[in-house]
């Protein structure tokens, strides 16, 4: 608990102003770019897989879609994995450019050696390893950008006023709707609704986890279950790697307000038990508490 606690303190830290922010951005730039030239986290490929055929059980993708990624991030890498099997249009939306051109070229390359690793057909794996060796020869973003179809906006707003009602026909994530600050997701959703064309889909992974527990694994990763949220804000909450601790049904009712129907399949789940449930939470079912890690599947009806 000490290490969850210091983490909590240090991320505080970061958080006071606009200079620590940049200061921990530039920080986590170098640091982590280094890292990523020398290839992807583990888990990388098997969850765009997994995200992908999730993707096509709900909507039949197809070439010619248009699509938009929410928090693409430094290397692009749940896009790089779609356009591989599809010959389809995406937005990128990001609030801030990180984008690091070594990472994503390793990443791709990483990707051309692991096809065989993938749920896709041969077919499709032929088909990806002819668009992964044109990305190979490619020595700008730009070139990236106009070889896949790609389009890269920063600023929420920017990318949404770029996009006319009924444009879209999926918009996905992985791993980002967590750190969308809680007062803002109402429109979040509205949005989304707005640029999808009847019947098109907004299809996310979402971890609902206490980050925190990632500098101390001897700690529950619902840990945050335990602080209603004038206690969080106070000692814990975070600007740099901030969580809006909103869980699986929460998130549900919010989309299903937005106008969607809604599917959440948990895929990761904690027993809480143990844990002395926070008034904000305590109105939730246990069966939802322990989930940290599920697909969201909102559909714009027809």
């Known amino acids: 608990m000490l290490q969850y606690i210091l983490a909590a303190q240090a991320l505080k830290a970061f958080s006071l102003n606009g200079m620590t922010r940049r200061l921990y951005r530039t920080l986590g730039n170098n640091l982590g770019g280094r890292a990523r030239e020398r290839g992807m986290p583990a888990h990388y490929l098997s969850r765009a897989d997994r995200n992908l055929a999730q993707m096509e059980r709900f909507v039949a993708i197809r070439d010619g879609m248009r699509l938009m990624e929410i928090g693409t991030g430094w290397v692009h890498w749940e896009a790089l994995f779609l356009r591989c099997f599809y010959d389809v249009e ?42 992964l060796g044109s990305v190979a020869r490619c020595s700008s973003f730009d070139e990236v950008y106009d070889l896949l179809g790609f389009r ?36 979040m959703c509205r949005e989304h609704f707005r640029m999808l064309k009847p019947g098109g889909v907004s299809s996310h992974q979402v971890v609902p986890s206490d980050h ?62 143990s844990l002395r449930i926070a008034n904000r939470f305590k109105q939730l079912p246990p069966s939802d508490l322990g989930v940290t890690v599920f697909h969201v599947m909102a559909r714009k009806p027809t």
């Open 212 to 273: 925190l527990t990632i500098y101390d694994d001897q700690v529950n990763s619902k840990n945050y279950l335990r602080y209603d949220d004038a206690v969080w804000r106070l000692f814990f909450a975070n600007d740099v790697q901030y969580v809006n601790r909103i869980q699986m049904s929460e998130w549900a009712h919010l989309l299903e307000e937005a106008g969607f129907e809604v599917e959440c399949r948990p895929t990761a789940c904690v027993d809480v038990s």
């Open 90 to 131: 995406i937005v990128l939306m990001d609030v801030w450019d990180n984008r690091q051109l070594g990472g994503f070229k390793a990443y791709a390359a990483e990707l051309g050696r692991r096809l065989d690793e993938t749920q896709r057909s041969e077919d499709q794996k032929r088909r990806a390893r002819v668009v």
């Open 152 to 187: 890269y906006m920063i600023g929420v707003e920017n990318a949404y006023s770029a996009v006319r009602d009924g444009e879209l026909d999926v918009i996905f994530s992985s791993d980002v709707l967590e750190h969308i600050p809680a007062s803002a997701i109402p429109q």
